[in-house]
């Protein structure tokens, strides 16, 4: 029987996600995680791949709005629930799903498409690039101090219930939006993902706590989620697990974390999913006590080129053509001039003009964000300068003061 692809109806959900779980191991997932996913998904765009009754391959995709250096949110597809069953591998599915997936993005209008990859190796081969990494820190806060700036000690800090301190919570994260590219404006619903607390997340930890930071005035400058785990072995060696947080000044990020270092009976913080250039780097006494880790995070590709590069803005003036190889999207492949100037300027067209520089859509996906310099990318000769001193100058505009960071998966 041949396998039939389709769009996914709202009656079908359970069998798809079903699917979904047995591609990731057949671990079902807690109640709560499931029915809020289900909300969250939007079957007219869920495809499912089916051999007859059952289901065999999944995909789906989520509405974003995406934040690119200088702060405008950009549509972007967030691509998500990719599956196929074990029965059905080296068949073609995921190749199908992803080439109707990315016609249909670029359909609808969205210039980029965003990932999080459950195996690192299988998304370049479609056009993605690792546009940002993760920081994870494991802080012995026996060993460790912090610190802090000046102000620290006027903030005030305010045990809340994460549900009742939502709308403060999320009104923080939408002022950080516009300022760090790579963090998705939050739509209705997703509020939700952060609150997610079934036993199973715990791993024998408290339940979500939340801790807000106050400036003189009352309002919220920050907060701060996380778990306490008791341990006991030569006396209380608990570990604070951090779930999130987030802060709009120097003042109030050092004191929760100070307030996360500080509590009873605990020996450790341990935080993943940072943004690289997180401020607790410079706050510690001892980095190496604080055990920084990177790993790959958000993974982005350009569906509509020269849309995707005139949506963000760029550091530097900028006049340059670009050879850029894409296989699975040939709308893209070809000779494209990128010109940008201090007033915010941009276009982006094709040219018939000399290239400057070489180059795949996948490591242009890579730069997109300004978190990986093409220079780093041109030493490990997946960029050639074709004209002296191009690679230098594009790579400057290209470049963001602040790391791109995905501050939760999807």
């Not at 997109?368 to 230098?392: N, Q």
């Amino acid at each position: 029987m041949a396998l039939e692809m389709r769009v996914l109806q709202a009656d079908e959900w359970d069998v798809w996600y079903d699917h979904l779980e047995l591609a990731f191991g057949g671990v079902p997932e807690s109640p709560q995680e499931r029915e809020l996913y289900k909300s969250l998904t939007e079957p007219g765009r869920s495809l499912g791949v089916w051999d007859g009754g059952t289901c065999v391959g999944s995909a789906g995709a989520f509405s974003f709005r995406l934040s690119v250096p200088g702060g405008a949110p950009v549509p972007a597809a967030g691509v998500t629930m990719v599956g196929v069953a074990p029965t059905h591998r080296r068949r073609g599915v995921l190749t199908s799903m992803m080439r109707r997936q990315l016609d249909d993005v670029r359909a609808g209008g969205e210039p980029i498409a965003v990932l999080t990859a459950s195996e690192g190796a299988i998304y370049g081969r479609f056009g993605y690039g690792i546009a940002t990494y993760a920081l994870s820190l494991t802080v012995d806060t026996t060993r460790v101090r912090l610190a802090v700036p000046p102000g620290t000690d006027e903030v005030r800090l305010r045990l809340v219930d994460p549900e009742k301190a939502l709308p403060e919570c999320e009104q923080v994260y939408a002022e950080l939006v516009a300022r760090r590219p790579g963090m998705p404006a939050r739509q209705p619903g997703w509020e939700r993902v952060s609150l997610l607390d079934p036993e199973s997340m715990r791993e024998g930890a408290s339940p979500l706590k939340c801790v807000v930071a106050e400036r003189a005035d009352g309002e919220i400058a920050g907060y701060a989620r996380y778990r306490v785990k008791p341990v006991y072995e030569n006396g209380w060696e608990g570990k604070v697990e951090v779930a999130d947080l987030d802060a709009l000044d120097p003042a109030a990020t050092a004191a929760l974390w100070r307030y996360l270092f500080g509590i009873d009976l605990t020996a450790t913080v341990r935080a993943g999913r940072r943004p690289v250039d997180d401020p607790l780097l410079h706050l510690v006494s001892d980095v190496r006590r604080s055990r920084p880790s990177l790993r790959d995070s958000l993974h982005l590709r350009l569906v509509d080129l020269p849309a995707a590069l005139e949506a963000r803005s760029y550091g530097a003036p900028l006049d340059v053509v670009m050879e850029v190889e894409d296989a699975f999207c040939p709308w893209n492949e070809g000779r494209w001039r990128l010109v940008g100037d201090a007033q915010g300027t941009v276009g982006c067209t094709r040219t018939a003009d000399p290239a400057d520089l070489e180059l795949s859509v996948r490591d242009l996906g890579s730069a997109y964000l300004g978190g990986i310099t093409l220079t780093s990318l041109a030493a490990a000769g997946r960029v050639r300068e074709l004209r002296p001193g191009a690679l230098a100058q594009t790579s400057r505009a290209f470049a963001s003061d602040v790391a791109p960071w995905l501050p939760h998966g999807f």
